[in-house]
């Protein structure tokens, strides 16, 4: 499967969790609610959604990954507890730690990046922020 298909997947997967936030008023009404024809029920673990992300992280540009740091923040939050296991941890430390390393001190988009990085902490109980 191509990284396109697995955003587009990642995409129906948070509809599936969140439809409230997708459909919350008419204009934003998805014309095909089950673009893909998948299964109606979500998934039971983010791990599906974190490999993608975790994949996305080493192929996209640097246009957008500030996207994409904003997307694995808000499932982190979202998802909190279910986040919580260990190897969920190893899915996403590795590849945002490399892109942090490749960063300099004064590059700009170390915030973002930084950013991301507070909402994982505190979603895997990694600093004082508690996780739950």
Request: proline fraction near 11%.
């Amino acid at each position: 499967m191509c990284l396109e298909c697995s955003m587009k997947r990642v995409l129906w997967c948070f509809v599936c969790l969140f439809p409230s936030h997708c459909l919350a008023s008419n204009s934003n009404t998805l014309k095909n609610p089950n673009p893909l024809n998948t299964p109606q029920t979500p998934p039971h673990t983010p791990q599906p959604i974190l490999s993608t992300l975790a994949a996305a992280l080493a192929a996209y540009s640097r246009r957008n990954l500030r996207i994409l740091y904003d997307a694995i923040s808000t499932l982190a939050e979202a998802v909190r507890p279910a986040l919580q296991a260990p190897e969920y941890s190893l899915l996403l430390m590795p590849p945002l730690l490399a892109k942090w390393n490749a960063l300099g001190d004064d590059d700009p988009e170390l915030l973002p990046l930084l950013e991301c990085f507070t909402a994982v902490a505190v979603t895997l109980g990694m600093c004082g922020g508690g996780g739950g």
